[in-house]
């Protein structure tokens, strides 16, 4: 079956653009996250969806950022006025199950953003 | 603060050589462990976790892992590395929230030499 898939995958933009990043989750799962990868560094959380609910972003680092996740199966992340430290890896993953401390995330190839 | 701590940035070994990657972690409660691996321009694949139990857990690939809760380590290992295992591995702890979010290491890059 069709795992997570995201689109693009990658992106340049230039400082002050706005982007826009997709997630496609596995059919039916309940839960979505998004990561934020920088160079040479692991993942960090920045938001979590579940079904159309944001129950946490208590991640995303500005106000520039926004996720969204309307019909509770694709979602967004968009970030306005793009800097140069928000160049890196965005990764999103999608469990079955809701939330909770042990669920097993499904991971997409991620979108590399390089802001010029 | 929950944190996962990998000591060895780079770590380099010969194929067919055993293989230990180290994870330390600081968590109030009982931990979910998890061991992931990323391959270059690949999405993280689960390799093996921890929730409660037999303290030494099997993974996909051939790894295994082992809780040490005196220790706070949950330390990847594989007898024999293949080629193919080269690549970043991380480990991450379940945070202590009702969402699931991942709290990840900064990673492990494994060279491995023919």
């Known amino acids: 079956g069709a795992g997570v898939s995201q689109s693009p995958r990658y992106k340049v933009a230039k400082r002050g653009q706005d982007v826009a990043l997709r997630c496609d989750p596995i059919s039916g799962h309940v839960s979505l996250f998004w990561y934020q990868q920088a160079l040479g560094q692991g993942p960090e959380f920045l938001t979590y969806?579940?079904?159309?609910?944001?129950?946490?972003k208590s991640g995303l680092p500005s106000d520039r950022f926004f996720a969204e996740r309307p019909e509770g199966s694709v979602s967004t992340l968009k970030i306005q006025r793009t800097q140069q430290e928000d160049s890196a890896v965005y990764l999103c993953?999608?469990?079955?199950?809701?939330?909770?401390?042990?669920?097993?995330?499904?991971f997409g190839p991620g979108t590399r953003l390089t802001v010029l | 603060a929950q944190s996962v701590t990998q000591p060895d940035i780079h770590i380099t070994v010969s194929e067919g050589a055993s293989l230990e990657l180290r994870c330390n972690y600081s968590y109030g409660a009982t931990p979910y462990l998890f061991w992931y691996v990323q391959s270059p321009g690949q999405g993280l694949q689960l390799l093996l976790k921890y929730f409660s139990g037999d303290t030494l857990v099997q993974g996909i690939k051939g790894f295994e892992a082992e809780f040490k809760r005196s220790q706070s380590s949950f330390n990847l290992r594989k007898p024999s590395v293949h080629w193919s295992d080269a690549a970043e591995y991380f480990c991450?702890?379940?945070?202590?929230?009702?969402?699931?979010?991942?709290?990840f290491g900064q990673g492990t890059t494994l060279q491995v030499k023919p």
């Open positions: 991450a702890v379940g945070a202590s929230s009702n969402t699931g979010k991942l709290i």
């Open positions: 969806f579940q079904n159309e609910a944001q129950l946490d």
């Open positions: 993953a999608s469990s079955s199950y809701a939330g909770g401390p042990g669920l097993e995330q499904f």
